[in-house]
């Protein structure tokens, strides 16, 4: 599969991302406050006004093939991967498929103008959002007096379809994020369906819990990993279900594992920032050295604790303490924000002040908030699917352990999604010192301790360019970069065994991305493997795997997954 076909592959489940912590300008603001006109839309429409000759043809192009379309004439048809309109309801029904064709056809001239215009990166990013919100919106596939599948649900429930879908409407919108449920909130439970690796915290702070696993084989290596998940959403992502958690197999590979667990702030913990996190960072890894008796333990950290997790590395080599770092993984992580998608097309001075002076206000930036404008991001992927299964059909959304963490959302300290707002805002890791983090400025340059770099390649949300360019920002000279196929989570959630599933590798060069991609070598399946085998060459020997979990000042406190994982 080339990498063209790996981005326009239909996205599963599994790639259904939870909310990235750089979107945080537009996420104390409404939908509707981000889809009324502002200024890229007068620029679109006086790029199109220079364009009359164009638009005009656009428009003739359109009228005649709605002609055909209307006479039966037309042979439009959707994609093949375009799973919205399988039933054959769609193709046999005359006036279903000429609705259909119309619609096709429509969105087909939307995209031509679209590209027409030539909008700059930014407003482009911005009206894309648009758009794409539109287009899926209006598809007939949506209108449950149309949609095949509604009167068909209608028909064999004898009308209970239609009442159970009110209701999940009703339940829905009352409250946020006010989009469809993609998970009933009680398909899993958490330490029983998912998060079930055992496990002990031995440590707990106003900040974190520190979880230590039990071995899973009679000799380890002797270096740790210690897992730093992000600030939204719970850490289990990476322990997600039995079979699947990328806990449970590094464990298996005779890796020691910790991991954070975060807390979920309230309004009272408004003023943890960037320093607060950085020490939390450092405190759990000295916990970690202390336990396992080692100068040193890797870090692992993935999307906004990747951000955390380079800064405290940058500060630890700042004060002559890099040693502690045996090595530094980022998945999915973007450290650079230059054109990082729609999040960094969001961003403007005058949005991030509002946005910090609203959970200033409040002591906090909800995750629920994050949430809908996530799913807003895929409509079709995150809203739309469900509006027709949960809606129009009235059923109750399938059982999947990764929307059920997605669902899971926590909250962020005010003054973390200021210091994050700002930092993106002017790209400031890019520039040494142009942050600090517990008093030291900042520079990613400095960290020399090998680097083990992750990104997947369909994803929306952390784009694998601009993980590569936050590659090229750190120091190391040892810095392997890979790519994953999937998406924002996917990505991650990859265990061995999947058929569909491959990844490029290759150390990270003085060249843009596609230039590394062109020579980037190839493997099958997924990248846990060649992880563990990165970190098995800088663990040290095996030694006997320990009998109890924690150690002196560090006695078990409760079985995982813990305490903080269960507040709401």
Known sequence: MTIQQEQTTTKTPDELAAPLDLLLTNSTRGMAGRMLPNRSWTRLGASLAKQPKTVAGRCNLLARELGSIVAGSSDRCPARQDKRFSDPAWQQNPVLRRTVQAYLATVETADALFADAQLDWRDAEKMRFVFDNIIEGLSPTNNPLLSPLGWKALIDTGGLSAIRGLKAFTRDMASQPRVPAMVEPDAFAVGE?????????????????????APRTEKVRATPLLMVPPVINKYYVMDIAPGRSMIEYFLQQGQQVFTISWRNPQARHRDWGFDTYGAAIIEALDAVRTITGTESAHLMASCSGGILAAMTAAHLTAIGERDRIAGLTLAVTVLDQNRAGFASAAMSERAAQLA?????????????????????????????????????????????????????????????????????LHNSLTVPGAVSMLGTPVDLSTITVDSYIVAGVADHISPWQACYRSAKLLGSKDNRFVLSTSGHIAALVNPPGN??????????????????????????????????????????????????????????????????????
């Open 356 to 424: 910090i002076r609203e959970s200033r206000a409040k002591g906090y930036l909800d995750g629920k908030a994050m949430a809908e404008v996530f799913a807003w991001l895929r409509p079709t992927d995150l809203v739309w699917r469900y509006w027709v299964n949960n809606y129009v059909q009235g059923r109750s959304p399938a059982a999947f352990d990764v929307l059920f963490w997605n669902a899971d959302t926590t909250r962020m300290a005010a003054a973390l999604h200021r210091d994050l707002v700002l930092s993106g």
């Open 193 to 213: 369906t998912v998060a079930t690796t055992k496990g002990a915290v031995v440590l707990q702070t106003r900040v974190f819990e520190l979880i230590h696993y």
């Open 499 to 568: 058929p569909r599933a491959s990844f490029r590798a290759g150390q990270v060069h003085d060249d843009t991305p596609d230039e590394w991609l062109a020579t980037a070598e190839q493997s099958k399946d997924s990248w846990w493997p060649d992880y563990i085998a990165w970190l098995a060459d800088r663990s040290g020997p095996e030694i006997d795997a320990p009998t109890t979990l924690g150690g002196t000042n560090f006695a078990p406190l409760c079985p995982a997954p813990g305490t903080y994982v269960h507040q709401n």
